[in-house]
């Protein structure tokens, strides 16, 4: 401060009347800073090392800070350069106080977009008129920094993340490759990745801090350039490397030219995403590593270190979704909160109610979306031992897929994905649809049902579109994605006779190959299974067959049914044994029967008896136009 205000005083003065006010001015300067701290210029010099100012930058930001340190400074720059300067040096002034020509390339150079000043965020030209006349104005996080307040700005501290650093594949050789100088890297891994732990574990090997910034949390219509800017700066403010979460919309077109920027940023930039690197993206090569997601003993591991003994057995139950370490630590705060309120234990029911809320997200197209939340359990389901077993064997299978996927390419190479893919076959109404809830259910995940007729488009290329969004989608909210119905897109290829023939094989073709690389768990219920053919067949981990129940399973489902009523009538009981085997219906039938049985009930004010059960079922044999069989009603 004290060299700005010898530079000032050596100017020459603008004029009689302003004269003794800017030598007033100028001498109060001096005995204001006289013999000052140097804390101040610690700050400056620190500053200007970890942004790699050289002397004219630095003289540059020291004279943009000055009007905003001391008000006295302001008054004489606005004696210098007017009061539409409003206390801000222009740039000529500023150039002219640090001993550099206002016309030489070198000055200008300084203060242009390209400069380390304004590419960086620390200073620029406010103004519209000529470059000289405007005006050099600090940032005001720097100017916070400077005088040792060090609270990042209220826009980016909700985009902030705590990550504890985590141990994983790459992370020792992430670390040398921030060590060598590498400013950009890359991770990318399917949900659940642990790609910000393992970055903020290489900056701990290293010995530097870390700022994780979420860019999936940024208010809509943001300024993306303009917050990365704001971001690689705070980090360089804090002495950090930063760590960009949620990169992926830097790796689409529109902002794919950002990678450069960060090429050139202050600090080491982490970023990481989801998406493979695009190598368009930038003119020269990141650091690149795929980030395997966490096994599930290790998610096991950091549930029951966040839960402790609240939960039990029920955190190894959540171990199944694929959630990262900083989602684990929020979907249990979550599950504490809501024992808190209802007053009970963190037991396996808030669990996955917290792991459904944070995992799921909103629709991802106006013809696929989440079903409403609907408990399930297998417990709510009837099926011959063989599906059921099947069932519960494709569960386990979705719960170790990261133990299974850490051992290698176990699961293929060339362009296979990572995720699980099953087939429900059965006639209307054997329970595919409650099967795949309880799956869903069973790892803690949203079920996303997919209405294909409504993604067909008459139009060429539009389907495969629609089709592209509904994946991406669920792959980045980490969802049981569910195609009824399937056989109506998925059905054997036909012989090309015309052109809509042709263009149809191209759509079904997209579609087995956008599966196979689909990150996540894919269920489609089919009605005909013959009409699948076997290139889609070898695509598929799981075919369950739901068969038409037997008596022995009608039975079961009747009694499944009428165990929800509140009660039965002791003077007419169900004869359920009678039903199942006089009646061959599904199960959807079965529940429509006993619900029509239950309206008329508490219409007549009584209880569910035979009477109403069997009249119940002639009415849904009639819906279905159906004959009733011979012999009804049954005896019972």
């Not at 903020?200 to 700022?211: E, K, N, S, T």
């Not at 579109?465 to 669920?474: M, P």
């Amino acid at each position: 401060m004290d060299a700005v205000a010898d530079v000032v005083k050596q100017r020459e003065l603008p004029g009689d009347a302003a004269g003794p006010r800017l030598a007033a001015a100028v001498d109060a300067l001096r005995r204001d800073h006289a013999g000052e701290s140097a804390e101040g210029d610690d700050l400056l010099a620190s500053t200007a090392a970890v942004f790699g100012l050289d002397p004219l930058e630095t003289d540059l930001l020291l004279t943009a800070f000055a009007a905003e340190a001391d008000p006295s400074f302001a008054t004489v720059f606005a004696l210098l350069g007017g009061e539409a300067t409003q206390g801000r040096p222009t740039a000529a002034l500023a150039l002219h106080l640090c001993g550099v020509p206002a016309l030489s390339a070198a000055g200008r150079a300084r203060l242009s977009s390209s400069g380390r000043l304004v590419r960086h965020g620390l200073a620029g030209l406010t103004g519209d008129g000529p470059a000289l006349t405007r005006c050099l104005r600090i940032a005001d996080r720097v100017v916070a920094h400077l005088v040792g307040d060090d609270l990042p700005e209220p826009q980016l501290q909700r985009l902030v993340l705590h990550a504890e650093p985590l141990a994983a594949e790459h992370g020792a050789e992430l670390a040398e490759a921030i060590r060598s100088g590498v400013r950009l890297c890359w991770l990318h891994g399917p949900p659940g990745s642990p790609g910000a732990e393992t970055a903020a574990a290489a900056f701990a090997r290293l010995g530097v801090d870390w700022l994780v910034a979420d860019l999936s949390r940024r208010p809509a219509g943001c300024d993306l350039p303009g917050l990365l800017t704001e971001l690689t700066r705070e980090a360089a403010l804090q002495t950090a490397g930063l760590v960009l979460a949620g990169a992926d919309d830097l790796a689409g077109d529109e902002h794919r030219w950002l990678f450069d920027r960060l090429l050139e940023a202050a600090v080491p930039v982490v970023a990481v995403g989801q998406r493979a690197w695009d190598p368009r993206a930038t003119r020269r090569l990141p650091y690149i590593a795929a980030v395997p997601p966490l096994p599930v003993a290790s998610r096991a591991q950091l549930w029951a270190r966040e839960l402790g003994d609240e939960a039990g057995g029920d955190a190894v139950i959540a171990a199944g979704a694929r959630l990262g370490p900083g989602q684990i630590a929020v979907a249990a705060e979550h599950t504490r909160m809501l024992a808190a309120v209802r007053g009970g234990g963190a037991d396996a029911a808030l669990v996955r109610e917290s792991v459904r809320r944070l995992s799921g997200g909103g629709p991802v197209h106006r013809h696929a979306g989440p079903t409403a939340p609907v408990a399930t359990s297998f417990e709510d389901i009837v099926l011959p031992p063989d599906a059921r077993a099947e069932l519960t064997r494709l569960v386990q299978w979705a719960r170790h897929r990261g133990d299974v996927l850490a051992q290698g390419a176990v699961q293929g190479k060339g362009g296979k994905g990572t995720g699980i893919a099953a087939m429900f076959s059965g006639g209307p109404g054997t329970g595919k649809t409650l099967a795949a809830h309880v799956v869903a259910d069973a790892l803690g995940l949203d079920l996303y049902q997919v209405d294909l007729a409504g993604l067909v488009d008459k139009y060429v290329g539009e389907t495969e579109k629609n089709l592209e969004r509904v994946f991406h989608e669920a792959e980045t909210h980490d969802v049981v994605l569910f195609f009824d119905e399937a056989d109506a897109i998925f059905g054997s290829r036909s012989a090309v006779q015309d052109s809509r023939d042709r263009y149809a094989n191209l759509e079904v073709s997209y579609l087995l190959q956008r599966m196979e690389r689909f990150d996540g768990i894919t269920v489609l219920a089919t009605n005909l299974r013959g009409n699948l053919d076997a290139a889609f067949s070898r695509r598929l981990h799981f075919v369950i067959h739901f068969p038409d129940p037997d008596p022995a399973t009608r039975e079961r489902l009747w009694a499944h049914h009428v165990r929800q009523l509140a009660g039965t009538d002791p003077a007419d009981p169900p004869d359920l044994a009678s039903l199942a085997a006089a009646a061959e219906l599904s199960g959807a039938d079965i529940r429509n029967i006993v619900l029509a049985a239950a309206y008329d009930a508490a219409v007549a004010g009584a209880a569910v008896g035979m009477g109403l059960l069997v009249a119940a079922t002639a009415r849904e044999y009639r819906k279905l136009g159906r004959r009733l069989p011979a012999g009804w009603p049954p005896a019972g």
